[in-house]
């Protein structure tokens, strides 16, 4: 069966930069749930659909025409032959991908293009519902948090670096929207899984999240 890691959390935690971490040590691939959310919102924005109007989004994720290039610096997010890398990354197509992201019809019609990233030697996969929904079979389930505004300094210097403005305490207000939207719907919400191990990433470097995780690999025999 293949070694499948799930990376769950609320936004801002670190599960983009470990995930990313983790795939790249152990050679596995890499799922980013959370962008192909993203690029749905989009590209219904794109084509001018009201995000909404749940079965017209649910017709753009079921015909999402998006190819992920993955390489060890980073993942090329492309919607019909465009770029739209550094499009999806803003706050608000965060917010819009989180709208999206509340309607089962969309979460059921992104299902199965997730699963198939589930490929041999394995799977490092980052999310909201990896360890709950996508794939419940994983064999190590790590839940990764961090408070709110550690979350919210983390998110300014990453903004900062992308010479996008930022303002922290609109910052902070916006995670906690996004984490209330996320943890209060219906489906799928943003919980841990029972089998889940939980990481609090507050006090935490990326290199001693990193360790913490490994060591859970090697003590169940899943590093390759
Ligand atoms: O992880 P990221 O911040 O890119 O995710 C954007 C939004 O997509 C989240 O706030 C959440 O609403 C949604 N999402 C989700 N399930 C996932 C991944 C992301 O609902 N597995």
């Known amino acids: 069966m293949t070694t499948i890691i799930t ?29 192909l959310y993203r690029v749905t919102a989009l590209a219904a924005l794109k084509q001018g659909v009201d995000i909404q109007d749940e079965s017209a989004v649910v017709t753009i994720a079921l015909n999402l025409p998006v190819v992920f290039e993955t390489t060890i610096e980073d993942t090329k997010v492309v919607l019909a032959d465009e770029d739209v890398s550094r499009e999806i990354r803003t706050e608000k197509a965060g917010m819009n991908a989180s709208i999206v992201a509340a309607f089962p019809g969309v979460r059921s019609a992104l299902l199965q293009r997730q699963r198939a990233f589930a ?46 403005n930022a303002d922290m305490q609109s910052l902070i207000e916006e995670i906690r929207a996004r984490d209330e939207r996320d943890s209060s719907r219906a489906t799928a919400p943003l919980t841990p899984a029972d089998d889940a191990i939980l990481v609090d990433s507050t006090a935490l470097s990326i290199g001693e999240v990193n360790q913490r995780v490994f060591s859970l690999m090697k003590d169940r025999g899943l590093l390759p």
């Open 7 to 35: 990376v769950d959390g609320p936004s801002g935690a670190g599960k983009g930069t470990i995930s990313r971490k983790l795939a790249e040590e152990t050679g596995f691939s890499l799922l980013d749930s959370g962008a």
């Open 119 to 164: 490929q041999e030697p394995g799977l490092v996969a980052d999310g909201r519902d990896m360890g709950t929904v996508v794939f419940p079979q994983a064999q190590l389930k790590i839940f990764l948090t961090a408070s709110p505004e550690e979350r919210a300094k983390r998110r300014y210097l990453q903004l900062e670096q992308a010479g996008q």
